[in-house]
């Protein structure tokens, strides 16, 4: 069943995918904005603008682009970068790396701070813990992310020299082993705590609610009843079941952040997907702007199928539809 | 629900939220030590990923800034912008100057080893610059006849008629020289060299790791001499912010571009130096320029055009907008190109009084307090019109609007400002011409042909990004500037060039506003920097 | 940029797994909402924003685009916010501000609540093939990356607040969409529903009534929670340039001093400090409002 299921799932994105491709090349093509004119810079004639266009095949009708483009995709290719002269698949894949890395550490440290802090908040509701937690999580929550971004850097980077400033790996250095994955470690701690720090009333209001919501069950008061131990009862019976809201939550997250990371990769120079997103859109190159809105779809999809089979594998009560 | 008591599992608890950021910044702790910068290693910072580095296929700024310390031109041109040796050592124009022959210097290498001929020369003017540098093609093209090889260090390019400012147009920016041997062939955009270059400069490409870092090395033979330096590496920082924050903790050694508010802060820190310059890569001697769509009824009225004139405090926008890095423009053309720059012209000064009578006497009645005016028997017009127009404007160029908005709110305008990335700027105000007002950085380049003939002849009102905005359109105008164009004599020149600026701020299709310049910042670290665009052939750090 | 999913969806994962109790019905009442301390902090810094907002034009008389005093002049008496570099008013400034950016969270709100409900009435009330394809409307919409598309769409069309109103508010309705359907899936087959049948009522009428204050709490706190989160992707357009300068928000305000971090202090910090009041404000008052109807 469980094979059948994944089938249907991979076969369903397929139409989902092709439709938000449709979308978008509709939608970045009908935007106002010629792509040859931020391309080729300044002070040329007319003539070399309409060059130009014919070289990249912008003079044809849209229709016909759609289907150039649409026979180019089925055979797995994404097209030219307008302002690379690449593959459009190899610039938006040599990003993906220093996003997964961020983005997947943000979200670790936020789940690994917030269960502990969200079940010492949902054992006592509205206790002087809880309204601690909360505050602190809504606190983060609520600040504008280049703010605490900009903060980290003038008071951990600067004023403590804690962390770099910016960037993936020390500029210029020539290192490998061992000796590089800790230099990015350094790199990478200040831009995932702040992004952890924006993650993290998510995960701590789910799984307070999670463990408020167990601790009142009958299964979890008969446990109780038979002289369980606190520690035990909290920990193997009410936060296992508690934790499966954020399972899902995870899912939702990590695909988002694909593009939505954009602003923390700017504060600290982070070389990720959603920079590229940013200059893509500011330079009009469509081939790679398509590619990202693959990705993005692509990514969100797939992390949530495999959000359902780890919440099917956790909790054996949901049927896998 | 029964509270539960503390002890041990809350101390766990508390411990396992610590965890995750605490592993984090243990394993920051434990890497403390991590690379050193190589000894002799010059880190500059730039704004954003150039895409490709071969800028004789582009006039792109990024591009010219990042690939500039690979290539050279046959000239380059010191600060007085007259034209200097590089990669010709000398050179003989004749037929009054319809002809011109240039000696290359011999035993220059390119980056792979493969000699560097008159034929590389050939190539890339006919194969690349005159099809894809839009500027050199626009003003090179029309005017060249042919480039010819004459043997393999001679070089001559012939002329329809004599052409005076060729000289100012063969350095880095206007005329980078490309291997042939390795854009022969196939498409010049397409090609991998784009991204892997091969070039004669200072230095070489090593690599370039996209949103990250750029390096290069060294050119141990550089027919100038081998630079002190062994690396370069361009480091792309988007956040201005920061870059200064990074200037600051000695990640970087250098930057291009200094955001204003911070200048003064800088200046006063014992660990930096700034240096002042006008020619930034892709462009110099730029004036900020604010054009009237004279296609709309609202500008046709010369007395409207000059009551904004009026409206406009330049010294504002130098304080306000600039932070000092600038001074107001006085002329139409940039007070760097000295010999064509026209000094005592009757530019209209800031005076809210003048630009409101001007105003009042061409039909705009002023309205209603805080109200903008309104029209009564203005030509083209309808009655009861609000004088409110759009400013079109870049992002980066979004301050120029909220100052200018507030200045002419005073005299009863209202400006809506519309900031378009450039893609749409250009199609807004070239393609289709839909906008009232805008502000175009017109960068003067350093001979008027390059960077201001474009912005006034009548056959230059074309959709094409920063021509003629204002739709000016003066046959006098027209033929002077082809006079201007063929006439050797500077003298000559000079007396071309002051009256065409006396006709066309007489006309004012357009506000000159400021004269920008760029300030850069380099850690006291290092030094030895040029403002051209080989900045850091002579520099040394860290000695 | 991160906070668009985040409590949006905590939120519907909340009330929707105690439902089997059926506690969390219970309706939520003012007095019980501010009693807790989360909710009348919240209910403070609400209705001290939206007075802010109320009042603008009564409070900061200074035009907010005209020149007020020398350029980056520090908080004082006569201009309590200080003046950005242009030589404007800030106080005026956030105050103006405060309309642009309340009006735009609550046209997104609204927008997004009319979607929701809409799809989930129709998906719960018909079923069959319309609930099978609003559904899979549903779960395409989830899968929209929402930052992206707003800033793909301001950035391919140029700064406006309406667009910002239209990609958020057409896309953040899923969720609402999915509580609203499974309540119109529970109350149908109620007892009450069958006797008012019997007793000749309308049934869609006698659905409604029944169904409003059964779905109100939870749109209450997801809707709140969403409102945060507009204020917050705001601040952000504002970041990358993309806000509309002629319309102040503290979104084009808080961008606007990105330059002045450690020249102006006031700059940031009076956007920033209103943002985050708001949007703590919001998610407090969400909170309270959500812990009052699941009865605890």
């Given at each position: 069943?469980?094979?059948?299921?994944?089938?249907?799932?991979?076969?369903?994105?397929?139409?989902?995918?092709?439709?938000?491709?449709?979308?978008?090349?509709?939608?970045?093509?009908?935007?106002?904005?010629?792509?040859?004119?931020?391309?080729?810079?300044?002070?040329?004639?007319?003539?070399?603008?309409?060059?130009?266009?014919?070289?990249?095949?912008?003079?044809?009708?849209?229709?016909?682009?759609?289907?150039?483009?649409?026979?180019?995709?089925?055979?797995?290719?994404?097209?030219?970068?307008?302002?690379?002269?690449?593959?459009?698949?190899?610039?938006?894949?040599?990003?993906?790396?220093?996003?997964?890395?961020?983005?997947?550490?943000?979200?670790?440290?936020?789940?690994?701070?917030?269960?502990?802090l969200g079940t010492l908040a949902g054992r006592r509701p509205f206790g002087a813990r809880d309204v601690g937690v909360s505050a602190l999580?809504?606190?983060?929550?609520?600040?504008?992310?280049?703010?605490?971004?900009?903060?980290?850097?003038?008071?951990?980077?600067?004023?403590?020299?804690?962390?770099?400033?910016?960037?993936?790996?020390?500029?210029?250095?020539?290192?490998?082993?061992?000796?590089?994955?800790?230099?990015?470690?350094?790199?990478?701690?200040?831009?995932?705590?702040?992004?952890?720090?924006?993650?993290?009333?998510?995960?701590?209001?789910?799984?307070?609610?999670?463990?408020?919501?167990?601790?009142?069950?009958?299964?979890?008061?008969?446990?109780?009843?038979?002289?369980?131990?606190?520690?035990?009862?909290?920990?193997?019976?009410?936060?296992?079941?508690?934790?499966?809201?954020?399972?899902?939550?995870?899912?939702?997250?990590?695909?988002?952040?694909?593009?939505?990371?954009?602003?923390?990769?700017?504060?600290?120079?982070?070389?990720?997907?959603?920079?590229?997103?940013?200059?893509?859109?500011?330079?009009?190159?469509?081939?790679?702007?398509?590619?990202?809105?693959?990705?993005?779809?692509?990514?969100?999809?797939?992390?949530?199928?495999?959000?359902?089979?780890?919440?099917?594998?956790?909790?054996?009560?949901?049927?896998?539809? | 629900?029964?509270?539960?008591?503390?002890?041990?599992?809350?101390?766990?608890?508390?411990?396992?939220?610590?965890?995750?950021?605490?592993?984090?910044?243990?394993?920051?702790?434990?890497?403390?030590?991590?690379?050193?910068?190589?000894?002799?290693?010059?880190?500059?910072?730039?704004?954003?990923?150039?895409?490709?580095?071969?800028?004789?296929?582009?006039?792109?700024?990024?591009?010219?800034?990042?690939?500039?310390?690979?290539?050279?031109?046959?000239?380059?041109?010191?600060?007085?912008?007259?034209?200097?040796?590089?990669?010709?050592?000398?050179?003989?124009?004749?037929?009054?100057?319809?002809?011109?022959?240039?000696?290359?210097?011999?035993?220059?290498?390119?980056?792979?080893?493969?000699?560097?001929?008159?034929?590389?020369?050939?190539?890339?003017?006919?194969?690349?610059?005159?099809?894809?540098?839009?500027?050199?093609?626009?003003?090179?093209?029309?005017?060249?006849?042919?480039?010819?090889?004459?043997?393999?260090?001679?070089?001559?390019?012939?002329?329809?008629?004599?052409?005076?400012?060729?000289?100012?147009?063969?350095?880095?920016?206007?005329?980078?020289?490309?291997?042939?041997?390795?854009?022969?062939?196939?498409?010049?955009?397409?090609?991998?060299?784009?991204?892997?270059?091969?070039?004669?400069?200072?230095?070489?490409?090593?690599?370039?790791?996209?949103?990250?870092?750029?390096?290069?090395?060294?050119?141990?033979?550089?027919?100038?001499?081998?630079?002190?330096?062994?690396?370069?590496?361009?480091?792309?920082?988007?956040?201005?912010?920061?870059?200064?924050?990074?200037?600051?903790?000695?990640?970087?050694?250098?930057?291009?571009?200094?955001?204003?508010?911070?200048?003064?802060?800088?200046?006063?820190?014992?660990?930096?130096?700034?240096?002042?310059?006008?020619?930034?890569?892709?462009?110099?001697?730029?004036?900020?320029?604010?054009?009237?769509?004279?296609?709309?009824?609202?500008?046709?009225?010369?007395?409207?055009?000059?009551?904004?004139?009026h409206a406009v405090n330049r010294d504002q926008i130098v304080e306000r907008v600039l932070f000092g890095e600038g001074r107001a423009a006085?002329?139409?053309?940039?007070?760097?190109?000295?010999?064509?720059?026209?000094?005592?012209?009757?530019?209209?000064?800031?005076?809210?009084?003048?630009?409101?009578?001007?105003?009042?006497?061409?039909?705009?009645?002023?309205?209603?307090?805080?109200?903008?005016?309104?029209?009564?028997?203005?030509?083209?017009?309808?009655?009861?019109?609000?004088?409110?127009?759009?400013?079109?404007?870049?992002?980066?160029?979004?301050?120029?609007?909220?100052?200018?908005?507030?200045?002419?709110?005073?005299?009863?305008?209202?400006?809506?400002?519309?900031?378009?990335?450039?893609?749409?700027?250009?199609?807004?105000?070239?393609?289709?011409?839909?906008?009232?007002?805008?502000?175009?950085?017109?960068?003067?380049?350093?001979?008027?042909?390059?960077?201001?003939?474009?912005?006034?002849?009548?056959?230059?009102?074309?959709?094409?990004?920063?021509?003629?905005?204002?739709?000016?359109?003066?046959?006098?105008?027209?033929?002077?500037?082809?006079?201007?164009?063929?006439?050797?004599?500077?003298?000559?020149?000079?007396?071309?060039?002051?009256?065409?600026?006396?006709?066309?701020?007489?006309?004012?299709?357009?506000?000159?506003?400021?004269?920008?310049?760029?300030?850069?910042?380099?850690?006291?670290?290092?030094?030895?920097?040029?403002?051209?665009?080989?900045?850091?052939?002579?520099?040394?750090?860290?000695? | 940029?991160?906070?668009?999913?985040?409590?949006?969806?905590?939120?519907?994962?909340?009330?929707?797994?105690?439902?089997?109790?059926?506690?969390?019905?219970?309706?939520?009442?003012?007095?019980?909402?501010?009693?807790?301390?989360?909710?009348?902090?919240?209910?403070?810094?609400?209705?001290?924003?939206?007075?802010?907002?109320?009042?603008?034009?009564?409070?900061?008389?200074?035009?907010?685009?005209?020149?007020?005093?020398?350029?980056?002049?520090?908080?004082?008496?006569?201009?309590?916010?200080?003046?950005?570099?242009?030589?404007?008013?800030?106080?005026?400034?956030?105050?103006?501000?405060?309309?642009?950016?309340?009006?735009?969270?609550?046209?997104?709100?609204?927008?997004?609540?009319?979607?929701?409900?809409?799809?989930?009435?129709?998906?719960?009330?018909?079923?069959?093939?319309?609930?099978?394809?609003?559904?899979?409307?549903?779960?395409?919409?989830?899968?929209?990356?929402?930052?992206?598309?707003?800033?793909?769409?301001?950035?391919?069309?140029?700064?406006?607040?309406?667009?910002?109103?239209?990609?958020?508010?057409?896309?953040?309705?899923?969720?609402?969409?999915?509580?609203?359907?499974?309540?119109?899936?529970?109350?149908?087959?109620?007892?009450?529903?069958?006797?008012?049948?019997?007793?000749?009522?309308?049934?869609?009428?006698?659905?409604?009534?029944?169904?409003?204050?059964?779905?109100?709490?939870?749109?209450?706190?997801?809707?709140?929670?969403?409102?945060?989160?507009?204020?917050?992707?705001?601040?952000?357009?504002?970041?990358?340039?993309?806000?509309?300068?002629?319309?102040?928000?503290?979104?084009?305000?808080?961008?606007?001093?990105?330059?002045?971090?450690?020249?102006?202090?006031?700059?940031?910090?009076?956007?920033?400090?209103?943002?985050?009041?708001?949007?703590?404000?919001?998610?407090?008052?969400?909170?309270?409002?959500?812990?009052?109807?699941?009865?605890?």
């Open positions: 069943m469980s094979t059948r299921f994944v089938l249907r799932r991979l076969l369903q994105v397929v139409p989902t995918v092709a439709g938000i491709l449709l979308v978008s090349f509709v939608l970045v093509h009908a935007a106002p904005g010629d792509p040859v004119l931020a391309l080729a810079g300044e002070h040329g004639d007319a003539r070399y603008y309409a060059d130009m266009r014919r070289h990249f095949g912008l003079d044809q009708p849209l229709p016909r682009q759609l289907v150039t483009y649409a026979g180019r995709v089925a055979h797995g290719d994404l097209g030219f970068s307008y302002v690379q002269g690449r593959s459009a698949a190899a610039v938006v894949m040599e990003r993906v790396p220093a996003t997964t890395l961020l983005t997947g550490t943000a979200l670790l440290v936020a789940i690994m701070a917030a269960v502990p999580a809504l606190g983060l929550y609520s600040a504008p992310v280049f703010w605490i971004g900009q903060l980290a850097i003038l008071v951990i980077a600067l004023r403590f020299g804690l962390a770099p400033v910016q960037g993936m790996i020390t500029a210029g250095g020539d290192v490998t082993g061992l000796a590089r994955a800790a230099n990015v470690l350094r790199h990478l701690a200040l831009p995932a705590l702040v992004l952890a720090s924006q993650e993290l009333a998510v995960f701590v209001r789910l799984t307070r609610s999670g463990v408020i919501d167990e601790l009142t069950r009958d299964h979890v008061r008969t446990a109780r009843a038979k002289g369980v131990g606190e520690r035990a009862v909290l920990l193997r019976h009410a936060l296992p079941r508690a934790l499966l809201p954020v399972v899902t939550v995870i899912g939702a997250r990590a695909g988002h952040l694909v593009a939505g990371a954009a602003v923390v990769e700017i504060v600290f120079g982070w070389p990720g997907t959603g920079r590229l997103m940013l200059d893509a859109l500011q330079t009009r190159d469509t081939p790679v702007l398509l590619a990202l809105f693959l990705l993005v779809s692509l990514a969100v999809v797939l992390v949530n199928l495999a959000t359902d089979l780890a919440y099917a594998a956790i909790d054996p009560r949901v049927r896998l539809r | 629900m029964t509270a539960t008591p503390g002890g041990p599992c809350l101390r766990r608890l508390l411990l396992g939220a610590l965890a995750g950021p605490l592993a984090l910044t243990l394993g920051v702790a434990c890497a403390r030590e991590g690379a050193r910068r190589a000894p002799r290693t010059l880190v500059a910072a730039i704004g954003g990923d150039p895409g490709h580095l071969n800028p004789a296929i582009t006039t792109n700024g990024g591009v010219h800034t990042a690939a500039a310390l690979l290539y050279d031109g046959l000239l380059t041109l010191d600060e007085q912008l007259q034209p200097q040796p590089a990669l010709a050592t000398r050179w003989e124009v004749e037929d009054g100057g319809a002809r011109y022959v240039f000696h290359l210097r011999p035993g220059v290498r390119w980056h792979d080893g493969q000699p560097f001929t008159a034929a590389d020369v050939e190539f890339t003017f006919t194969q690349v610059l005159l099809k894809f540098h839009a500027r050199t093609r626009a003003s090179l093209g029309p005017a060249l006849a042919g480039v010819r090889v004459l043997d393999d260090s001679t070089v001559e390019f012939r002329f329809r008629r004599p052409y005076a400012p060729l000289l100012q147009q063969l350095d880095m920016v206007e005329a980078p020289i490309i291997p042939r041997h390795v854009f022969a062939g196939g498409d010049p955009l397409r090609n991998p060299a784009n991204t892997a270059p091969v070039g004669t400069g200072p230095f070489r490409f090593v690599s370039y790791r996209a949103g990250s870092e750029i390096r290069y090395a060294a050119n141990k033979d550089y027919f100038l001499g081998a630079p002190w330096l062994e690396a370069v590496v361009l480091r792309i920082i988007p956040d201005p912010a920061t870059q200064v924050i990074a200037l600051e903790a000695g990640e970087v050694d250098y930057l291009f571009a200094v955001p204003g508010p911070e200048r003064e802060r800088l200046r006063r820190d014992p660990r930096v130096r700034l240096l002042q310059a006008t020619v930034n890569p892709g462009g110099s001697n730029c004036i900020t320029t604010l054009g009237f769509n004279l296609d709309r009824p609202f500008f046709r009225d010369l007395r409207v055009r000059r009551a904004v004139a006085d002329a139409p053309i940039s007070s760097r190109i000295a010999f064509a720059h026209a000094a005592g012209l009757p530019i209209l000064a800031w005076d809210t009084a003048r630009a409101a009578a001007l105003l009042d006497s061409a039909g705009w009645t002023r309205g209603a307090a805080g109200q903008p005016r309104v029209a009564r028997g203005v030509r083209g017009v309808a009655d009861g019109t609000a004088f409110a127009i759009g400013l079109t404007v870049l992002p980066s160029q979004a301050n120029y609007g909220d100052l200018l908005r507030a200045q002419l709110r005073a005299v009863g305008i209202d400006l809506r400002v519309e900031p378009l990335e450039q893609a749409v700027f250009s199609q807004a105000v070239f393609t289709a011409r839909d906008f009232d007002t805008a502000i175009g950085a017109y960068c003067n380049g350093t001979d008027p042909e390059i960077g201001v003939r474009r912005m006034l002849v009548s056959s230059n009102v074309a959709p094409v990004p920063f021509s003629n905005m204002a739709g000016y359109r003066n046959p006098v105008v027209d033929s002077l500037f082809e006079r201007a164009a063929s006439a050797l004599d500077p003298g000559e020149r000079r007396r071309l060039y002051r009256e065409i600026q006396e006709l066309v701020v007489r006309d004012q299709p357009y506000v000159w506003l400021v004269e920008t310049i760029a300030t850069r910042a380099h850690s006291v670290r290092c030094h030895g920097f040029e403002t051209s665009a080989h900045f850091a052939a002579r520099a040394r750090c860290g000695e | 940029m991160p906070p668009l999913i985040p409590a949006f969806d905590s939120a519907e994962l909340a009330p929707a797994r105690a439902a089997p109790d059926a506690v969390w019905r219970r309706r939520a009442s003012w007095r019980a909402v501010v009693a807790l301390p989360a909710g009348a902090i919240g209910a403070t810094l609400v209705v001290g924003v939206l007075a802010m907002a109320l009042l603008a034009p009564l409070l900061a008389t200074a035009d907010p685009f005209a020149f007020a005093a020398a350029p980056l002049s520090p908080p004082s008496f006569a201009h309590p916010m200080g003046t950005d570099a242009i030589g404007r008013d800030l106080f005026s400034g956030v105050l103006h501000g405060a309309r642009t950016s309340l009006l735009v969270a609550s046209a997104v709100t609204l927008l997004a609540c009319l979607c929701g409900v809409g799809v989930g009435l129709l998906a719960g009330y018909y079923g069959g093939i319309v609930d099978d394809a609003s559904l899979r409307a549903t779960e395409l919409f989830q899968v929209l990356p929402r930052f992206f598309l707003v800033v793909v769409a301001l950035a391919l069309f140029g700064p406006g607040i309406d667009r910002v109103v239209l990609t958020l508010g057409l896309t953040s309705w899923p969720v609402l969409a999915r509580v609203v359907r499974g309540e119109v899936l529970v109350t149908r087959e109620l007892d009450f529903m069958v006797a008012a049948q019997a007793s000749g009522a309308s049934r869609r009428r006698v659905l409604w009534r029944h169904l409003l204050p059964n779905v109100f709490p939870s749109a209450a706190v997801l809707l709140g929670l969403l409102f945060g989160q507009v204020l917050l992707v705001e601040a952000s357009i504002g970041f990358l340039g993309l806000g509309d300068p002629n319309v102040l928000s503290w979104g084009v305000l808080a961008g606007q001093a990105q330059g002045f971090l450690r020249v102006a202090w006031w700059l940031s910090v009076f956007p920033g400090l209103a943002i985050a009041a708001a949007v703590l404000g919001v998610n407090l008052l969400a909170d309270a409002v959500s812990s009052t109807m699941s009865g605890r």
